[in-house]
Every structure is written in C-alpha cells, then in structure tokens.
C-alpha cells in the first residue's frame, strides 16, 4: 500500500482548499474552526481572535492571545496542522483533508478528507501519526558493515558494475492506469517517480507526480528545498512530507545501489539463509532491508516501515518482472505484502523505466 495505494489516493480528493494559496492571507477561511491551534495541542478549544492570525503552509490560524501566536510563530511545523494538511489516514503525500475536521492526538493536529478517515484514524491514531516520521537511527558495529558493503557490492557487479552503478544520473518509472467510464469510454491516469542524483551520491532530488484528466500534481524535494505544484497552484511542502517522499525513494533498487557506498550509510544487520541473504541498511533517515537471492545476486524484496491498511505496518516488495535498462536489470513489477499478508489491488506494473535521461527542467518551481 505504500507505494501504490498513496499513488492512487492523490487522485481521488482534490478540494477547494487545494486552492487557498491563490487567495490572500486575508481571505483565507480560519482552519480548525477559529480555535488557537496552541491551546488545542493542549486539549483545549479556545476561539482565537480574528485579528490575531498567523498564515502558514496555506492554513490562516486564529490565536487567543499574543503569546501562544508567538508560540506558533516560533514552530508553525509544531503547533500547525501537520504532513501539510494531508488526510492523516490516507498519509503524508495523499490529496488535502478538510481543515475543519480535524483531532488531537499526542499533542499533534491532524485533518482528514473524510468523517470515515477521522474514524478510522481514531481506532490508531499513534500508527496512522508515526508514518510521516524519521526512522530510527539502529546501533550497528563495524565488523558487520564490512561484510554487508562487500556483499553489496557484489550484488553491484550483477547490476552492471561500479562504474555503470555509479554512472546513473537519474530514473525514471511510469506507470498508465485506465479507469473506467460509464459510457463505455477508458479515462487514463498517469503516476510516476524520478529520482536526480548529484555528484557524491547524496544529493538525491526527488519527483512523484500523478495526473488525471486536466488535474495534476508533483511532490519534489530538492533537500530542504520542497515544494507540491499542483494543477490549480504551488505551494511549499511541510517537513513530514518532505521526510516522507524521501524515504519512498529510498525504497528503490537504484536509490539502494547508490547508496551502497555512500558516507551516511551504515549495515546494520546481516542475515544468510538458503533462500535470501537479507542486508539492513540505514542511510538518509530511511531503514530497508534488502532481500538478495544467493544465486543471481539480485534484488528480491525489499522491506520497510509503511502505510499499511491500518496505519504503520512492515511493508514488504516483491520484486520481478526483471529487464535490461540501460544495460542495468531493473524490476518492472512490484507485488506489496503488508505484516505479512498480501495487499489487494496493489501491484505495480510499469510501463516505462528509464536511466539517464536529462529530468533537471521537472524539478524546477513552476512560475505561476
């Protein structure tokens, strides 16, 4: 669900508030209801004064008194409305949820799209807050690392060597999804993932964007530098969801490969079995584990912290449907298991993949 259900979940709630940013701050409707988001971090509905207001991430805040707005102004991020405004049931990179139908959990404002996911978020509400989070940082000893980087970079050779490895500027995947009408007519929905890659490895842009009929829209992150351009207007993206595009990423075989040898990254876990060699990696805020059949030295799985059905779950990809890219095998099908147990309707099968393609003009900031 991870990758393909938050793929699909952008198209189907797109809402007026998606264009609040074309209005002035002045214009903006208060979110929660008028209440101080201060006050309710605190369990506590307090009306907020309309002339004590504070925009931020395209949300026009009331406050009751000068001293929380100062609060807030010192960490909208903390105090405001969190993963950007998105349904906190659907997830951090899903459509907008509605900024009068919010809760309160561990001191956190979140929104929904739906009565349904406020409900649903209620059942779990730590499970569902904890996906726009960092991974951990795993203790791991150097002796082990050793052995995972040398077991890697074998796998690297299967992958066309170091040189082709570390050759790849950029990937590109695209899948075509073709909906239904009632009339007997197919309407097509587009949604893909391109991953820029700098000199040293590390500096990873990174672009996922949907479209559907005349309606679009693309998350990118440039490092701190992120922001949502969407079909009615761009806007600056929230931390939670910078960290959250970043690590969907990082669950790629290329973003891994890259990564291999880079300075940030640490092996924290190695475990050899008849069937898999599974590696533990660690690099830009973001844990996989890497399933890697003995006999190919390819990529088979790769597992991660997710959105599952019922909030975080362990999320695992299947990988196959293997062929030649640029003369490196890159998977073309991902089948997800979440906990455990397959997830309906949510393979990936894509349609186009490619390496080394100039993207640089697809991570500029639109103008208008």
Not at 71 to 84: H, N, S, T, V
Not at 331 to 353: C, T
Request: some cysteine; glycine content about 6%.
């Amino acid at each position: 669900m991870s990758l393909a259900l938050l793929l699909v979940c952008t198209v189907w709630v797109s809402t007026p508030q998606d264009a609040q940013e074309l209005l002035p701050a002045a214009q903006l409707p208060a979110a929660l209801g008028g209440f101080d988001p201060v006050a309710l971090t605190r369990g506590k509905e307090v009306p907020g004064k309309s002339n004590l207001s504070t925009t931020h991430l395209s949300y026009r805040y009331q406050f009751a008194d000068a001293k929380n707005q100062a609060l807030f102004d010192a960490d909208p991020e903390r105090y405001g409305i969190q993963m950007g405004g998105a349904c906190a049931r659907m997830g951090p990179l899903s459509g907008e949820g509605d900024a009068q139908r919010f809760e309160v959990h561990a001191e956190r404002i979140f929104i929904f799209a739906s009565d349904q996911c406020r409900d649903t978020f209620r059942l779990a509400p730590a499970k569902y807050a904890m996906v726009a989070n960092k991974d951990p940082d795993p203790k791991h000893d150097a002796a082990l690392s050793t052995q995972a980087r040398v077991l890697l970079n074998s796998v690297a050779e299967a992958y066309g060597g170091d040189e082709r490895i570390d050759g790849i500027s950029s990937y590109h995947s695209r899948r075509d999804i073709f909906y239904d009408n009632s009339d007997g007519t197919k309407t097509k929905s587009i949604q893909g993932l391109m991953l820029m890659f700098g000199d040293d490895d590390a500096s990873v842009a990174v672009r996922k964007y949907s479209s559907y009929q005349d309606w679009w829209r693309a998350n990118v992150s440039r490092g701190e530098n992120a922001f949502i351009a969407e079909s009615t207007g761009t806007r600056p993206m929230h931390t939670q969801q910078n960290q959250y595009l970043r690590k969907l990423a990082n669950h790629t075989v290329v973003a891994i490969l890259k990564a291999r040898n880079r300075a940030d990254c640490a092996y924290v876990g190695l475990d050899n079995d008849s069937y898999l060699h599974r590696i533990s990696m660690y690099f830009d805020d973001t844990r996989v584990i890497v399933g890697i059949d003995p006999t190919t030295d390819r990529i088979l799985t790769i597992e991660y912290k997710g959105l599952g059905p019922r909030g975080s779950a362990d999320i695992t990809q299947v990988l196959s449907d293997y062929r030649d890219v640029a003369g490196v095998p890159l998977p073309h099908r991902i089948d997800l298991v979440a906990d455990g147990k397959p997830l309906p309707r949510s393979r990936v099968q894509y349609d186009e993949v490619t390496l080394n393609v100039d993207v640089a003009p697809y991570f500029q900031r639109p103008k208008k």
